[in-house]
Nanobody
Framework: QVQLVESGGGLVQAGGSLRLSCTTS????????MGWFRQAPGKEREFVAA????????YTADSVKGRFTISRDNAKNMVYLQMNSLKPEDTAVYYC??????????????????WGQGTQVTVSS
């Protein structure tokens, strides 16, 4: 069993910053990529950012490009999402996800094998 646990969410004013962290535990698995998704009330879960574990290549949704940055620490098996210049529309539950085998399209939530429970991010205006 693989567990992903997110942390770092909270309440922040518009224009502020937060850094989300995701740690993995449980059995060792082949890790091709990690991703962040978010889901606002009444909306579908959407892609935010992803990173290929070996190469470090990153992908970022247009809606957060220039404001959010995904990074990883291979030694600690952790992935981060640095969120700057937050807007009220960034309010959502943010989920960490892991993909085991290689995938050409990390933007699709169906490509991910494991998910965390999510952490709430609320941005006040």
């Amino acid at each position: 069993q693989v567990q992903l646990v997110e942390s770092g969410g909270g309440l922040v004013q518009a224009g502020g910053s937060l850094r989300l962290s995701c740690t993995t535990s449980g059995r060792t698995f082949s890790r091709h990529a990690m991703g962040w998704f978010r889901q606002a009330p009444g909306k579908e879960r959407e892609f935010v950012a992803a990173i290929r574990w070996s190469s470090g290549m990153t992908y970022t949704a247009d809606s957060v490009k220039g404001r959010f940055t995904i990074s990883r620490d291979n030694a600690k098996n952790m992935v981060y999402l640095q969120m700057n210049s937050l807007k009220p529309e960034d309010t959502a539950v943010y989920y960490c996800a892991a993909r085991g085998l290689a995938s050409p399209n990390l933007l699709l939530r169906s490509e991910y094998d494991y998910w965390g429970q999510g952490t709430q991010v609320t941005v006040s205006s």
